[in-house]
Structure formats: structure tokens, C-alpha cells
């Protein structure tokens, strides 16, 4: 099983990204997939997650209207495209695979700042 996520990097507040999330190893369209972030000193905290055969999404408060979570269960893809970056999404972000398994990729940096 991998989940591998790429697509981080510096931006400056007001800048956006895309995460990607390659999936492999499981039946990725029984998943509910899910992103989660970890900024230094704080608990891991959920951002979004999109149901199996997306069509359900949900979102932390924090990223609303800012973030949109979308999959590709032919490419085995999840996506977070994260516009209107503000200092405070600067964290590790985490593609996660939950059905029956839960499994975690190995994060990847976004550092917003000017």
C-alpha cells in the first residue's frame, strides 16, 4: 500500500496550491479519502474529506470556501486545491485511505509566507 502526495511548497499568503495523492496497493474507489495537516506544536486536525465515489465532501471551518477536495478513482488520485493561502495553513499535509484499514502517505510541506 502507498500513498504518496506531492505538490507542496513555499507560496505567499494569497498564493494557492494543488496537493496530489497517488494511491496504490488497495481498491482506492472503497475508500473514503481524506487530507489532514500538522503544523509544528499542534495536533494532527482533519482539512477535507471526500466520500468513496465523491460525492460527499466535508471541510474544516478553517478552509471553507478556500479549499476544495476532488478524486480521480480511475487515476487513483486525490486532489486538494487550496486557494487565498493564509500564514496560519503553514503545516504538513497528510493524504489518508480509511475503509475497513486506515493508511497515512508521508506528508508533504506547504509553507505560506512572504
Known amino acids: 500500500v502507498q500513498l504518496v502526495e506531492s505538490g507542496g511548497g513555499l507560496v505567499q499568503p494569497g498564493g494557492s496550491l494543488r496537493l496530489s495523492c497517488a494511491a496504490s496497493?488497495?481498491?482506492?474507489?472503497?475508500?473514503?479519502m481524506s487530507w489532514h495537516r500538522q503544523a509544528p506544536g499542534k495536533e494532527r486536525e482533519l482539512v477535507a474529506a471526500?466520500?468513496?465515489?465523491?460525492?460527499?465532501?466535508n471541510y474544516a471551518d478553517s478552509v471553507k470556501g478556500r479549499f476544495t477536495i476532488s478524486r480521480n478513482n480511475v487515476r487513483n488520485m486525490v486532489y486538494l486545491e487550496m486557494n487565498s493561502l493564509k500564514p496560519e495553513d503553514t503545516a504538513v499535509y497528510y493524504c489518508?485511505?480509511?475503509?475497513?484499514?486506515?493508511?497515512w502517505g508521508q506528508g508533504t510541506q506547504v509553507t505560506v509566507s512572504s
Open positions: 496497493g488497495f481498491t482506492f474507489s472503497a475508500y473514503v
Open positions: 489518508n485511505a480509511q475503509n475497513r484499514y486506515k493508511y
Open positions: 471526500i466520500t468513496s465515489a465523491g460525492g460527499s465532501t
